[in-house]
């Protein structure tokens, strides 16, 4: 289910106008991973919202996946709606030992 107030559109509208704040955890580990900023951006204008954090603060924020040179990435995103502002919280590529092969679906714990 959808978090209220935290619309793809508007999110991928914020980020598309530049109304971005990199997070600075995210920045230093962006670099640990060798992941660019183009990267990000390209997962969250075009790449497919695969869970939601309603709960998360100051704002809810969602998990995307896409790919860049055919690796994938994941990109948690906060949003407010009364700031229009997109929150880049973290990047990284997802791993086969917490993601099932589709990069989508998390693996149960055995």
Same mark, same amino acid.
């Given at each position: 289910m959808p978090i209220p107030g935290f619309e793809i559109g508007t999110m991928r509208a914020a980020v598309n106008a530049g109304? $971005? !704040?990199?997070?600075?955890?995210?920045?230093?580990?962006?670099?640990?991973?060798? $992941?660019?900023?183009?990267?990000?951006? #390209?997962?969250?204008?075009?790449?497919?919202? $695969?869970e939601d954090y309603p709960g998360d603060a100051p704002y809810p924020s969602a998990l995307f996946l896409g790919w860049a040179g055919g690796r994938p990435l994941h990109v948690v995103v906060a949003y407010?709606?009364?700031? !229009?502002?997109?929150?880049?919280?973290?990047?990284?590529?997802? #791993?086969?030992?917490?993601f099932e092969d589709d990069f989508r679906t998390r693996r149960t714990k055995p």
């Open positions: 109304s $971005i !704040e990199w997070q600075r955890h995210a920045l230093e580990r962006m670099m640990e991973r060798r $992941i660019r900023r183009a990267e990000v951006l #390209d997962v969250l204008s075009a790449g497919e919202r $695969i407010s709606a009364a700031r !229009e502002t997109a929150y880049i919280v973290t990047a990284y590529e997802p #791993d086969p030992i917490h």
